[in-house]
């Protein structure tokens, strides 16, 4: 009978760990996806590399095709610089997620 016990005093605290630990991952994650959205900044980098690209395709364009030119490598710039900015952004976002859960995960 003793035996019996001793054999339930050590399984059972095993047995109930895998459900603690799982829903502390999740706990984490949770946690770590409010950090990120609440921290990261993803349509100011959008807007931000799309007003810069479109500035510096006016430039370009405007030196090589004139107010044509200007135009359309403003629209060129534009885009590329707004899609560059959310690729920005969202790099930015993992790198937030990760350092919280990282950090809940260690406590």
């Known amino acids: 009978m003793k035996m019996v016990l001793a054999t339930a005093a050590v399984l059972i605290p095993l047995l109930t760990a895998g459900p603690a630990l799982a829903k502390s991952k999740e706990h984490c994650q949770k946690q770590a996806e409010d ?24 430039v370009v364009g405007g030196a090589l095709g004139g107010n044509k030119g200007a135009g359309t490598g403003a629209l060129i710039g534009g885009a590329g610089g707004a899609v560059a900015g959310t690729i920005r952004g ?15 995960m260690k406590k």
Do not use: E, M, P, R
């Open 35 to 58: 950090y990120a959205d609440k921290n990261t900044k993803t349509l100011g980098s959008a807007a931000l590399g799309g007003v810069i690209g479109a500035v510096g395709g006016a």
């Open 90 to 104: 969202t790099q930015g976002w993992k790198d937030n997620y990760n350092k919280s859960f990282n950090k809940c």
